[in-house]
């Protein structure tokens, strides 16, 4: 190889060992988290007729992180229900936007069926999430818990309309009580069980 191509060279070769080392680092991390808030709907395009309770679980997988100041994108689904007289289940397209490492924006548009007693519309909805959600470099799942607003924008005939304003409080948060009630009923693990000391010889 000629003098003159060597640090040309040497310079690609070095690029191709960050980007592969950067795209290696780069794995989907998965989030679920339950949502709890309130939730303003109306008929006929009316905003905030009343007001009723929400409940949801929502779910989403990001490509293309590989740490905190990363951007993502990835798909979201989604199941909800306002005032426990109908069931909303919906799916979409989820962004992330680093604006603070630990604490970033993630702004999601997508569809969803709304079922009723009388009813069976389609809809579509947008949502912001802001809150906390770090890269995990130890494991594909990644806690979250913040806020979230939504506006879903039902196409059938009851032209309905929500504004959701909740918490996002992740499963595995939410699951932190039992598993350490658990460990209180079972006792220690072998492992971390206190060792004994054999009774000395006479």
Do not use: C
Request: hydrophobic fraction near 50%.
């Amino acid at each position: 190889m000629p003098t003159a191509g060597r640090p040309a060279a040497l310079v690609a070769a070095l690029l191709g060992v960050v980007l592969a080392h950067g795209t290696a680092r780069a794995e989907p991390q998965a989030s679920v988290g339950v949502t709890l808030g309130a939730a303003g709907a109306g008929l006929e395009r009316r905003w905030w007729d009343s007001t009723a309770f929400h409940a949801g679980l929502r779910g989403d997988v990001l490509f293309g992180r590989g740490a905190n100041d990363d951007f993502g994108v990835g798909p979201y689904a989604e199941v909800l229900t306002h005032g426990f007289d109908e069931l909303q289940a919906g799916a979409g397209v989820s962004a992330l936007a680093p604006v603070l490492d630990l604490f970033p924006l993630i702004v999601s548009t997508g569809v969803y069926g709304r079922w009723s007693a009388d009813a069976l519309e389609p809809g579509i909805a947008a949502a912001v999430f802001w809150g906390a959600r770090s890269y995990n470099f130890h494991s594909p799942y990644v806690m979250s818990t913040g806020l979230l607003a939504q506006m879903r924008l039902g196409l059938g005939a009851s032209k309905e309309t929500a504004i959701v304003l909740a918490a996002q409080l992740d499963v595995a948060l939410l699951g932190l009580p039992f598993v350490y009630l658990f460990n209180v009923l079972t006792g220690p693990s072998p492992e971390a069980a206190p060792v004994r000391r054999a009774a000395s010889a006479r």
